[in-house]
């Protein structure tokens, strides 16, 4: 088993910078690929960013690409979404998921999910 939960989102102008934290339970994150997704109100919930177990493999959305960072610390357990140059467009909440060893586009390969964070930008 594998908990997850997130933390680090707001209200932040466009333009602005968060960074959000994924924590996961368990001596195992280090064997888990992990993802990013979001759900804006009224929409399907969306890829944003993945990462392999390592750390060595990422992939994103073309809608993030070159302005969110997907990375991770085994060490402490914790996954990241570096987000900057934000737009109202990216306003929806953020689930991070776990799956075992590598990194994938689609939800439904996805074993655990944390519970999400809001991140609102204002325009």
């Known amino acids: 088993q594998v908990q997850l939960v997130e933390s680090g989102g707001g209200l932040v102008q466009a333009g602005g910078s968060l960074r959000l934290s994924c924590e996961a339970s368990?001596?195992?994150?280090?064997?888990?690929?992990m993802g990013w997704f979001r759900q804006a109100p009224g929409k399907e919930r969306e890829f944003v960013a993945t990462i392999n177990w390592s750390g060595g493999t990422t992939d994103y959305a073309n809608s993030v690409k070159g302005r969110f960072t997907i990375s991770r610390d085994n060490a402490q357990n914790t996954a990241y979404l570096q987000m900057n140059s934000l737009k109202p467009e990216d306003t929806a909440v953020y689930y991070c998921a776990a799956r075992w060893r590598g990194r994938s586009r689609s939800e439904d390969e996805y074993d655990y999910w944390g519970q999400g964070t809001q991140v609102t930008v204002s325009s």
């Open positions: 368990g001596r195992t994150f280090s064997s888990y690929g």
